[in-house]
């Protein structure tokens, strides 16, 4: 063999191993992309999964939320009928009281009627008493 023949087969040598670095430069890219990518779709799976969790909880709050505002509207109602009925009690209460207001004044009245007859009464037996000479009627 000839320096040309081993200088030309050096040559290609060369050639192929830069070759094979290049070769190897890029299974090394590809490898760590393809690993990138599973890690990458790994991550979006555990996303998906607690996404969805997250939506049924939201789910059940809203659902409980719902059946907190219908109990408080009925205790709303119930408590706005309540207060008709007391405002009505109420009413009826200031009746009683004015209706009570008018006996009492009216019982004054008699009462100070009957004092007046019973004054007048005693008056009247002292009169007798005093024509009968003490001795009453």
């Given at each position: 063999?000839?320096?040309a023949?081993?200088?030309?087969?050096?040559?290609?040598?060369d050639?192929?191993?830069?070759e094979?670095?290049?070769?190897?430069?890029q299974?090394g890219v590809?490898?760590?992309t393809?690993?990138?990518?599973?890690q990458?779709l790994?991550?979006?799976?555990?996303?998906?999964?607690?996404?969805?969790?997250?939506t049924?909880?939201?789910?059940?709050?809203?659902?409980?939320?719902?059946?907190?505002?219908?109990?408080l509207?009925?205790?709303?109602q119930?408590?706005?009928?309540?207060?008709?009925?007391?405002a009505?009690?109420?009413?009826?209460?200031?009746q009683?009281?004015?209706?009570?207001?008018?006996?009492?004044?009216?019982?004054?009245?008699?009462t100070?009627?009957?004092?007046?007859?019973?004054?007048?009464?005693?008056?009247?037996?002292?009169i007798?008493r005093d024509?009968?000479?003490?001795?009453?009627?």
């Amino acid at each position: 063999m000839t320096d040309a023949q081993i200088q030309d087969i050096y040559a290609r040598l060369d050639s192929l191993t830069e070759e094979v670095n290049s070769l190897k430069i890029q299974i090394g890219v590809v490898g760590t992309t393809q690993y990138a990518v599973v890690q990458i779709l790994d991550r979006l799976e555990r996303v998906e999964t607690t996404q969805a969790q997250h939506t049924q909880l939201l789910n059940q709050h809203t659902q409980l939320l719902n059946q907190h505002t219908q109990s408080l509207n009925q205790h709303t109602q119930l408590l706005n009928q309540h207060t008709q009925s007391l405002a009505q009690h109420t009413q009826s209460l200031a009746q009683h009281t004015q209706l009570l207001n008018q006996h009492t004044q009216s019982l004054n009245q008699h009462t100070q009627s009957l004092n007046q007859h019973t004054q007048l009464l005693n008056e009247i037996l002292q009169i007798l008493r005093d024509r009968n000479g003490g001795s009453g009627i």
